[in-house]
């Protein structure tokens, strides 16, 4: 037996002290607890990919721009995995065919003959792409400029992921959204936007980067405040 949750448990915890020591207590384990992460990617269990992009997130939040060699590698990865279709529609007769007990009945959704549709829920897939969107924005938080090249890509996979079925999706979403101006800002404001409280009249303090970033960012929150879902709108 490979104890998977094993491993992930370790990973939490290098996670959570990196977080209790800081950078400097922690740079000497760093390289180290990367590896291991990565690795684990590799593996055929989501538990353990689940609890790598937990390390990521946190490993994001303490190492700062010293985690920013990691994302050519692991960006790409996280935004393949936020945009997996973690459910399927299938009509309700071939499913009770196929007799899988893990289907979720949508009476709501019907095919043009009339007929019920069954929709097949991979909840292992939902709490990884969970845990993808958080490590994708604290990573967008925490690395500065260096996270610019990626923010495309990412803008794109999280607006389809704003419009997902599931409240959970919708909720982490809608927390990771904002963090993606922050490397804008970095890279074209030095860190810091000079602006003068009240002055209405003025010329906007913001490059046309940061705007169209923040434009895209309010235009899927305000969405979202609209949702049916009290938690995605908190």
């Known amino acids: ?37 990565c690795e684990g ?11 790598a992009y937990a390390v990521f997130a946190n490993l994001a939040k303490v190492m700062k721009e010293e985690f920013a060699p990691a994302l050519p590698e692991l960006v790409p990865h996280l935004v393949q995995v936020i945009g997996t279709d973690e459910g399927q529609l299938e009509p309700a007769e071939e499913a009770e065919k196929a ?31 969970k845990g993808a ?7 967008a938080a925490h690395t500065g400029a260096a996270f610019c090249p990626h923010l495309e890509a990412v803008m794109q996979v999280l607006q389809k992921a704003a419009s997902n079925w599931h409240p959970l999706i919708k909720s982490e979403v809608a927390d990771a959204m904002p963090n993606l101006v ?3 800002v970095s890279a074209y404001h030095s860190g810091e936007i000079q602006w003068t409280k009240g002055d209405l009249a003025g010329a906007n303090p913001m490059s046309q980067h940061t705007s169209a970033i923040v434009s895209a960012v ?11 879902d009290k938690t995605t709108v908190a």
């Open 99 to 129: 007799g899988d007990f893990g289907a979720l009945d949508d009476s709501d959704d019907e095919d043009e003959d009339g007929g019920n549709f069954v929709l097949h829920v991979r909840t292992a897939l939902l709490e990884v792409k």
């Open 182 to 184: 922050i490397p804008s």
């Open 41 to 51: 990617l590799t593996r055929d269990s989501t538990d353990l990919h689940e609890f």
């Open 133 to 139: 969107i958080t490590a994708v924005g604290e990573m």
């Open 218 to 228: 309010l235009t899927e929150l305000i969405a979202l405040m609209k949702d049916d």
């Open 1 to 37: 037996e490979r104890l998977y949750s094993l491993r992930g448990r370790a990973l939490e915890c290098m996670g959570h002290m990196a977080i209790a020591v800081g950078r400097e207590t922690f740079r000497p384990y760093f390289q180290a607890t990367m590896e291991c992460a």
